[in-house]
């Protein structure tokens, strides 16, 4: 993992992508790295950064980065899965370009909430909403995992945007990976409910952040799961109408 200043680059290239895991697993995590996106004609590459558990009915919280041709803006494509099921997407454009210098992501998931946050800035919160019966990832350990790969079938306007192979090797940047959280070690959490004091409420999630969240909803979101009547004609997801973002 990359720690002290380090910084990993990953590379895709026609033959092969790449990508990276932490040592430690999690159940309840803040994590954050600083990432600096592929420049230039990015258009059908991935590169992520989001926590994962395994098998068939896995968790996962996901940031992911859909590249775009030269000039137009990266796609912020953010998801929750539980159990296997995710369909909770909500998708962002950026505030700067991503690919010119490194900024902070993160990844803050609590008993109380999942929060996406960029340079410190909240994008997206998922409420803890199980006890009306809205799944919530809560029970499987998960690792982080940060990848590059092609793409290109669906990542950039919908797969009409094919991958450019005379631009590659395409490199994303990683550096400053922090983590703290519950770790998890054969079955056992490192956590009691007073070691932690985020763990168990809204970590410093005031209304001045909640108005920095609207602030980019309203000006930056492009899609949300909450408002797409085609994938749910049949009715919205519950959390969609309990203000969970």
Known sequence: MVNNNELLTLILDRGSGSGFESKNEYLFAKVQMRIKLVSGNSAGTVTTFFLSSKGDYHDEIDFEFLGNTSGNPYIVHTNVF????????????????????????TI????????FYVDDIPIREFKNFQDKG??????????????????????????????????????????????DGCFWYNGYSSCTPNSNSWLWG???????????????????????????SKKFPQGYPLECYLNTY
Not at 82 to 93: A, D, L, V
Not at 212 to 218: A, F, L, N, P, S
């Open 202 to 228: 809204n970590f410093d999630y005031d209304y001045a952040m909640k108005g920095q969240m609207k602030w980019v909803q309203d000006n930056y979101m492009i899609y949300s799961y909450c408002q797409d």
């Open 82 to 105: 539980c159990e296997g099921i995710g369909n909770r997407e909500m998708q962002f454009y950026l505030w700067f370009d991503p690919t010119a210098d490194f900024h902070n992501y």
């Open 134 to 179: 809205v799944p919530f990832p809560q029970y499987q350990a998960m690792r982080l995992y940060s990848s590059l790969w092609d793409a290109d079938n669906w990542a950039t306007r919908g797969g009409l945007e094919k991958t450019d192979w005379s631009q590659a090797p395409f490199k994303a940047y990683y550096e400053n990976y922090n983590e």
């Open 108 to 115: 803050f998931w609590n008993h109380q909430h999942i929060v």
